[in-house]
Each structure stands twice: as C-alpha cells, then as structure tokens.
C-alpha cells in the first residue's frame, strides 16, 4: 500500500482532527475565493496542522498584472481577476490565525506570485 493518499474535501470544514499534519499547502486555489472564504478556509488548514502552511497567493505589484488592469480600463480586454495588496494578505493571514515566516516571490516584477510561508499563531 503506498504511503501516499489523496482526499477531496470541503476547504472550509476539513475531516480531519487538529494537528494532524506537519504542514498544508495550497497552491492556484485561494485566489478563486473570495476575502471571507480564503480566512475560513486558512483557518481551517491552520487547525489541521501542527504548525505550516504554505499557501500562494496572487498580488498586485507585477508588470502583468498592471498589463492587464490597463487593458481593462482601455477596454481591451475583460475584467482583471482580483489581486491582493501586502496588508490584505497580513489581514487574511492574521485573522486565520497565521504568522507570516516568509515570503517567497516567484520571478520578481513578472510574476504575480508570492508564496508564502506561515506559521500557526
């Protein structure tokens, strides 16, 4: 039997029992939420393990992401998916009970990807 198992389960209500896991990560999902969801869903992975998560999030401060917000108010193209600034992320983080350890960011000015390194609180 491999070690190795996989489950699909509702983010915000996770079946499993506090600190089951050394670490939970997520990666090209919380930005498909919404503010309020990603906290539930951050507290939760916050619950499941015994002391990380690693997330990735999508901000603001990229040369795409100014591409395509000029492309929008051009009128060029359609809306530009929401990206959040610095301090929405500490808020998000903070009130899922998360600790920022470490931001890594992926391709500086090009990419519009931090991931993130957090500890639970």
């Known amino acids: 039997e491999s070690p190795i198992s996989f489950a699909q389960c509702d983010g915000e209500r996770l079946p499993f029992r506090d600190g089951t896991f050394d670490c939970v990560m997520t990666i090209r999902f919380l930005f498909h939420l919404t503010s309020e969801a990603r906290v539930k869903v ?71 990807k931090w991931v993130v390194l957090c500890e639970r609180g």
């Open 42 to 112: 951050l507290r939760e992975f916050g619950r499941v393990t015994r002391r990380w998560v690693l997330a990735d999030y999508r901000h603001r401060y990229s040369l795409r992401y100014l591409k395509q917000a000029a492309g929008y108010r051009l009128g060029v193209r359609g809306p530009v998916e929401p990206r959040v600034s610095r301090s929405e992320m500490n808020r998000e983080l903070g009130a899922a009970g998360l600790q920022v350890c470490r931001i890594f960011r992926i391709a500086p000015l090009f990419s519009d």
